[in-house]
């Protein structure tokens, strides 16, 4: 057997993304489903970066694996997000 | 985070931006058109009225209300320039944008068509004005007759009976805000306590308060010396440190930074002594004083309370005098979640303007300054962390009760019974007028207006 999927999830803590809304992604790691919870690591992050790079779209921002952006993120889109990672990481 | 506070903060966010660019001049009637260009999906009836809105939007945050628009013509860089003037702020610190206004219906209780007509009729049962009949296997409710009281709504098994609430008036604890008779939105300011419970609770952003914010841009873009009074409820509302967010403020401009807890030790230690005072000349009751919103409601509803109400100065009021002391030449800002501290404000001396949360946040975010990057050292003179919990129910009466201490009561220290009034609605008004009236036991009554203090206001950045 492989090594399960670990996945991390960094939630963007700069000030922009804080104000539009990233503050209320902290309950993230409460709502992680059974098959998410023990391989889904999250974190809070400084300024990614992202709102100054107009095509990733709007803030807030929420990155997976350190190459995945959900933009206008919400805990659902999050959610939807890491399911399709994790889909792809057991093909 | 829903549509609203999220149109508003971008608002704001692009607003300082362009201010401290120096190009708000050209590009402020610009905005409302390129945040809503034809090609986006309009969230009102209309991109244009959208944009309506957004204009109306920015007049407040330059400290206008579309009341004082005489001239619909008149391009929003006159009003900024009137404004850098100082010729804002000549009127309340709400604002109804009737323009914007759905005219919902009355708030009432009505049998949605999910009622089966059933055998057992708790609805007519329950109801105490015999108001419910059924016509047509359906449940029908006599407006003549009904009291909106919502028995029926919690007996039917159906969750067929709907309350059709009127999200202004509902949530305005005094009954200041209603309909006038063109079927609009109207705030009875010989009413009003700037609560700002109207300004969250309206679907359909038509409350506005009129801010400062510009002028306060104004002082820090020309290096103006600037204090900024940071209120105690700022605990978990910015990401990282108190010490971070010090740090911020520095970077943002403000040639001084103190926490308004500071003042909070000082209105503790006022409040605990005055509260003797008044037990030894034989009082039975004092309520707390800090809350605006309640000294507010307690002159305008509760007449006969404010004898009663603590006259020790808020935290604001100590440390505005704190502020002017240390550093006389500057213009002070309290920063705050509160719609009332605008109120209280203006008849103060020692405080010049007040910023609230989501404007601060907007500024950092408008300047890139990332918070929870920055490089802090500890503040030199922290204030007590009973200090800092001023801003949460109940953070008063623990502060007193530390104040105390454990002193045994006697003749002269009588022992303090210590209640709350955890957010002013109409409930915890009824309350009060019986508190007034000596029916409820407590001889302290800490009173917030917003439900879980402070740090619940209607300006908050994260709640």
């Known amino acids: ?7 991390k999830v960094e939630i963007c803590l700069g000030t922009t993304c804080y104000v539009l809304g990233s503050f209320r992604l902290s309950a993230l790691e409460e709502q992680l489903p059974p098959e998410l919870a ?52 057991n093909e | 985070m829903n549509n609203a506070e999220r149109t508003r903060r971008e608002l704001m966010i692009r607003m300082i ?3 401290l660019d120096g190009n708000l001049a050209e590009t402020i009637d610009r905005i409302p058109v390129e945040m809503r260009p034809r090609s986006a999906e309009p969230a009102r009836c209309c991109v244009y009225k959208d944009r309506a809105m957004l204009k109306y939007r920015l007049m407040a945050l330059m400290g206008f209300g579309m009341e004082e628009e005489d001239d619909e013509t008149r391009p929003l860089r006159s009003y900024l320039a009137d404004a850098l003037a100082g010729k804002n702020h000549t009127a309340p610190v709400l604002s109804v944008c009737t323009v914007g206004c759905h005219g919902c219906v009355d708030s009432h209780v009505q049998v949605s068509n999910a009622c089966v007509g059933c055998f057992a ?42 309350r059709n609430p009127l999200p202004c008036e509902d949530a305005c604890p005094v009954g200041a805000i209603g309909k006038d008779e063109d079927g609009l939105v109207k705030i009875d300011f010989d009413r009003c306590i700037y609560c700002g419970k109207c300004f969250r609770s309206c679907p359909f952003s038509t409350i506005m308060e009129r801010s400062s914010l510009i002028n306060i841009l104004d002082a820090l873009r020309a290096r103006r010396p600037v204090t900024a009074m940071v209120a105690p409820s700022v605990t978990d509302q910015f990401p990282g440190t ?52 309640w ?88 204030a007590a962390s009973y200090a800092r919990n001023f801003a949460r129910s109940c953070g008063v009466n623990q502060a007193i009760l530390q104040e105390i201490g454990d002193s045994k009561p006697d003749a002269e220290h009588p022992a303090i019974d210590e209640k709350f009034i955890n957010g002013l609605d109409r409930k915890s008004m009824n309350l009060l007028k019986m508190y007034a009236k000596g029916k409820l036991p407590g001889n302290f009554v800490e009173v917030m207006a917003c439900t879980g203090g402070c740090v619940g206001g209607p300006c908050s950045l994260a709640r």
Not at chain 2, 127 to 150: E, F, L
């Open chain 1, 1 to 7: 057997m492989s090594e399960p999927c670990k996945m």
């Open chain 1, 38 to 89: 023990d391989r889904v690591e999250v974190a809070g992050a400084a300024c990614l970066g992202l709102c100054k790079d107009r095509n990733y779209g709007k803030a807030p921002f929420v990155r997976i694996n350190g190459n995945r952006v959900v933009d206008n993120a919400t805990i659902e889109k999050v959610l939807d997000a890491l399911k399709e990672e994790l889909e792809k990481c």
């Open chain 2, 17 to 19: 931006r362009d201010f």
């Open chain 2, 121 to 162: 009729r708790p609805c007519v049962a329950s109801c105490p004005r015999q108001a419910i009949s059924v016509v047509n296997q359906r449940s029908t409710i006599d407006r003549s007759k009904c009291i909106n009281c919502g028995k029926c709504m919690t007996v039917c098994p159906y969750h067929a009976i709907i």
């Open chain 2, 242 to 293: 108190i010490d971070q967010l010090f740090a911020a403020l520095r970077l943002a401009g403000f040639s001084s930074i103190m926490e308004v807890a500071l003042g909070a030790e000082l209105t503790t230690q006022h409040e605990a002594a005055e509260f003797f005072e008044r037990m030894a000349r034989g009082d039975k009751l004092m309520t707390s004083s800090c809350c605006p919103a």
């Open chain 2, 295 to 382: 000294v507010e409601a307690a002159r305008r509803h509760i007449p006969e309370i404010v004898p009663m109400v603590s006259s020790t100065p808020s935290p604001m009021a100590y440390a505005g005098q704190l502020a002017r002391k240390a550093h006389p030449e500057a213009l002070t800002v309290f920063i705050g979640p509160c719609i009332a501290k605008r109120r209280e404000a203006q008849k103060d001396p020692n405080v010049d303007y007040v910023m609230t949360f989501e404007e601060l946040g907007a500024l950092l975010a408008a300047l890139e300054i990332d918070v929870i990057s920055l490089e802090a050292p500890p503040l030199e003179a922290p």
